[in-house]
């Protein structure tokens, strides 16, 4: 499985922004998608993760009501749909994927063949 990450960028805070992650395949029936965030010396954090069978979704309570992810399974891409962007959002966005059990879904060490990341960059 291979993910590219696009759709980061440069904007004010309060503005929106949607990421994408394509997979190569048909990924995000099998795996749970998940997006993840790094900020200049700190750790990966979860964001937010799409179930593979049932299609929940579920997030951080810092992006919660703000962000929205989902999924094209025929285009088997998910996106992360983010609004009322905050200068704290900053980071480098990653997606990956995982078949970990539900309580350990927003773990990055769970996670394997992460994109490339896509920069978020959010100006006061």
């Known amino acids: 499985v291979q993910l590219q990450a696009s759709g980061g960028g440069l904007v004010q805070a309060g503005g929106s922004l949607r990421l994408s992650c394509a997979a190569s395949?048909?990924?995000?029936?099998?795996?749970?998608g998940g997006w993840f965030r790094q900020a200049p010396g700190k750790e990966r954090e979860f964001v937010a993760a799409?179930?593979?069978?049932?299609?929940?979704?579920y997030y951080a309570d810092s992006v919660k009501g703000r962000f929205t992810m989902s999924r094209d399974n025929a285009k088997n891409t998910v996106y992360l749909q983010m609004n009322s962007l905050k200068p704290e959002d900053t980071a480098v966005y990653y997606c990956g994927v995982t078949r970990t059990v539900l309580s350990a879904i927003r773990d990055a060490n769970n996670y394997h063949n992460w994109g490339q990341g896509t920069l978020v960059t959010v100006s006061s």
């Open positions: 395949g048909r990924t995000f029936g099998t795996y749970t």
């Open positions: 799409i179930h593979k069978s049932n299609g929940y979704t």
